[in-house]
């Protein structure tokens, strides 16, 4: 098999194939010109120069993960009108009694819990606003609590299958269910955000200190006043109540992921227009889909055509060859091999494409390894790594540049050096929290 | 007819080192909109009204786009935004006035005042065009004065 592989190597088909993968990445990683647009010239490179057909390029598309990210996105951009996240944020830090340290660990878990259910980059332009506004209030610097949030985005976001789009596309490939990622991905995060508010509380929560005054202006704000769409709100909790209800039954109802986002998808936008008149309700359904990410849905159309190419082509097979060469057949090791890489990938460049091209390339090594079973402790690898690899610098995830670029619209310098000098030791201390729970669960 | 027609030639102006307090005085005294910001070569650099001078006492990332629906939480405190003024009224009006603003000259035709005054709500700066020499505003009231000359 192996020389078989070695022998396509010098196809045409291959070298074409390989050559658009490498290109499409390097222009990627340039960010010379939008993801969007390369990886849809990339798809259209592979069917005209004959490495896929179109019915074939059509096949390499998940449609199950766009389908599951555009109701996601949908249902996140109408929930988000109703003022819920501004609320909650409010309250949190009102539990503590205003205290800078106990903001810190409260703003802290509702980042995370929120980026577990619904998307992270939403999460985070939701609650840095009011999160200003507290510590405007507080007299603290707003720095430290930005970084957390950054922090407890991503590593809430690995939890659960929705919660970050490396999940949605292992989730789909691999078939593995909501329940499979909390059972196995959310007992080692919540390990490792409470050692991550540890540490977070010893850099510069100790540090945080208020007037009385200052902290009675805090618990004097009025988070009801959030709320601007009452019946939007209680559509938003139901709908994404039963959304995750839905997840968890997922296999009792024979449902996949897609449809369950979907469908939660538009009974919530038949439920923001029904108080509404007719003639509003166009302009409602588009603004919903005005929220719909199609940069990141066209990105991931382009990607799926792009990779399904180099697997026809047969590189994935090979490097998956030369991956079972090198770890000696070690499902541990390559276990290992795949977390540590993905992590440190992933905190220097888009780990969407990386995760996309490790999925076939993990399928591959099936038969090498022992069968799918064997295959289950990799993708958690691939998970974590690459959901945790996002918190190492500044550009590892859409969050993080999110959260700076609003910080620097507001005055409060995001320097690239100063934040990874404390975020990459503190991802790479998450990684090794992972690696000692791989050992424990699956070695 | 074009801006040198109907502008009001040598306005009142700050100067981009005029404290904020001094900005508030002018504008509320005068009840301006806004005022333009000029070197001290008389250069045009800016508009600074009562939008900017309110701007300062509103926390900025309420004003950023559809972040912050409402600051109705943050309760009734009449004496924070005092407090506040008093902590910017000494900062410099050149730090925030609206560089972007646009700029007239002497021959642009009146339509497009008119046109920017729809769309922008502002009175506007009229400056030479090599120089940038601020050399007169237009506002609204110019304009209307100036079409409805002579009408019954």
Request: hydrophobic residues 55%; charged residues 15%; contains cysteine.
């Amino acid at each position: 098999m192996a020389a078989d592989a070695a022998a396509h190597a010098t196809s045409p088909m291959f070298v074409t194939a390989t050559a658009i993968l490498i290109a499409t990445y390097a222009l990627i990683v340039s960010e010379r010109v939008n993801r969007a647009v390369i990886a849809l010239i990339g798809a259209g490179a592979v069917i005209i120069l004959g490495v896929l057909d179109q019915a074939e390029a059509i096949r390499a598309i998940d449609f199950n993960t766009l389908g599951l990210l555009a109701g996601m996105m949908t249902i996140v951009g109408v929930a988000r009108k109703s003022g819920l996240f501004g609320y909650v944020a409010i309250r949190a830090a009102q539990m503590v009694r205003a205290s800078p340290a106990g903001i810190l660990v409260a703003l802290s878990l509702v980042t995370a819990v929120f980026s577990a259910f619904l998307d992270n980059v939403t999460t985070v332009l939701l609650l840095v606003p009011v999160t200003f506004i507290i510590c405007g209030e507080l007299k603290v610097p707003v720095y430290p609590f930005l970084v957390t949030e950054i922090f407890a985005g991503n590593i809430g976001g690995t939890a659960t299958l929705i919660g970050d789009p490396p999940n949605i596309l292992i989730g789909s490939a691999a078939h593995l269910s909501f329940n499979a990622f909390v059972v196995n991905l959310a007992p080692v995060i919540a390990i490792i955000l409470t050692l991550q508010m540890i540490a977070n509380h010893f850099i510069w929560g100790i540090r945080l200190t208020a007037a009385p005054e200052e902290k009675t202006r805090v618990m004097g704000l009025q988070p009801v006043e959030m709320i601007v769409d009452r019946w939007l709100l209680w559509c938003s909790l139901v709908i994404i109540g039963a959304v995750i209800v839905a997840f968890v039954f997922a296999h009792q109802l024979h449902l996949e992921a897609a449809t369950i986002a979907l469908t939660g998808a538009g009974v919530m936008m038949l439920l923001e227009t029904l108080p509404h008149r007719a003639h509003k309700h166009a302009e409602l359904v588009a603004h919903a889909f005005r929220e719909v990410e199609w940069i990141t849905l066209f990105f991931f159309v382009g990607l799926f055509v792009v990779v399904g190419g180099v697997e026809h082509a047969g590189l994935l097979g090979l490097l998956g060859h030369w991956l079972v060469d090198a770890t000696g057949g070690d499902p541990a090791i390559t276990a290992y091999g795949i977390l540590w890489s993905s992590a440190v990938l992933s905190a220097i460049v888009d780990n969407i494409p990386f995760v996309a091209t490790m999925i076939p390339l993990i399928k591959s090594l099936g038969p090498s390894l022992g069968g799918p079973e064997a295959l289950v402790p990799l993708w958690w690898s691939l998970s974590l790594g690459a959901c945790l690899g996002g918190n190492g610098t500044l550009v590892g995830a859409s969050c993080n540049l999110m959260v700076a670029g609003i910080a620097e619209k507001n005055g409060v310098r995001f320097s690239f050096l100063k934040f990874s000098m404390v975020a990459m030791p503190m991802m790479l201390a998450s990684i090794a929290v992972a690696q000692i729970y791989l050992m424990w669960r699956f070695f | 007819m074009t801006c040198a027609a109907i502008m009001t030639a040598d306005p009142l102006t700050l100067k981009e080192g005029d404290s904020v307090a001094k900005a508030a005085e002018a504008l509320t005294k005068h009840h301006y909109i806004n005022l333009p910001v000029v070197d001290g070569e008389g250069r045009f650099l800016g508009m600074f009204g009562i939008y900017d001078l309110l701007g300062l006492l509103v926390p900025r990332v309420a004003l950023a786009g559809d972040l912050l629906p409402n600051l109705r939480f943050v309760g009734d405190d009449p004496a924070a935004l005092r407090a506040k003024f008093q902590s910017v009224k000494t900062k410099t009006v050149g730090e925030y006035c609206d560089r972007q603003a646009v700029v007239l000259y002497p021959d642009t035709p009146e339509i497009e005042a008119v046109r920017l005054f729809c769309l922008r709500h502002t009175t506007l700066a009229v400056a030479e065009r090599e120089t940038s020499k601020l050399v007169g505003i237009i506002s609204y009231w110019d304009t209307i004065r100036a079409v409805t000359a002579g009408a019954p």
